[in-house]
């Protein structure tokens, strides 16, 4: 049957989510910092367009990744004891991490439009490029809930998807991640655990 193939790929989404995420902050390099002056932020966009545009491309892509394997994830964990409530937490997580990245994405493509406009102003440009410079809380926080609800649902269960080491690592990236100062390397971290999480979950042998 042709079910089988396509659900044990399925998890693997997490992973190309998690490499095309990596591939388009690599390619975005080190956008000028919130409190930049306008002329500068001008002069990075105009110098960087076909960059910054192929990241955006792979931050959307990723964005929709997020959310497939969020839902199979959540599916994963929904008929385990505790899974009740919190499959919709994980997904919701995986939704919001889609959310953030889009949005972002959003931001940072107003800034290559208008780089390229005379008519905006560096004030203008200075402004927007400090709004996408801070604009991570609502990735940062869906991957938080998705880690926490996952952990939460799996540690205690007998037939759980998931090793009780990695549920643990759920729980405390989960909440490291909500912490100020060490929240972006806890960010990373997690990346590593949604590999690890999609490997495992592919591996599983295939029942639905």
Do not use: C, K
Not at 3 to 11: G, Q
Not at 68 to 92: E, K, T
Not at 148 to 166: I, K, N
């Amino acid at each position: 049957m042709r079910a089988a193939p396509v659900m044990r790929a399925a998890p693997l989404t997490g992973l190309a989510a998690v490499v095309l995420t990596l591939v388009a902050f690599l390619l975005l390099g080190d956008t000028p910092e919130y409190d930049a002056p306008g002329r500068q932020v001008r002069f990075y966009y105009t110098g960087h367009q076909g960059r910054v545009g192929t990241s955006l491309y792979l931050l959307v892509i990723a964005a929709v990744l997020f959310v497939f394997f969020a839902a199979y994830l959540s599916r994963a964990v929904r008929d385990l004891p505790a899974g009740g409530w919190l499959h919709r937490v994980v997904l919701a997580g995986g939704v919001l991490i889609a959310v953030g990245f889009l949005v972002g994405a959003t931001l940072t493509l107003a800034l290559l439009d208008l780089s390229d406009q005379s008519s905006a102003t560096p004030q203008a440009l200075q402004a927007l490029n400090a709004v996408n410079e801070d604009f991570f809380i609502p990735f940062v926080v869906g991957m938080g809930l998705m880690l926490l609800a996952t952990g939460f649902a799996t540690v205690r269960a007998a037939d759980s998807p998931l090793p009780r080491w990695l549920s643990w690592a759920a729980i405390a990236l989960g909440v490291l991640v909500l912490i100020p100062w060490v929240g972006f390397f806890a960010f990373m971290l997690a990346g590593v655990w949604v590999i690890v999480a999609s490997i495992l979950l592919a591996r599983r042998p295939v029942t639905e």
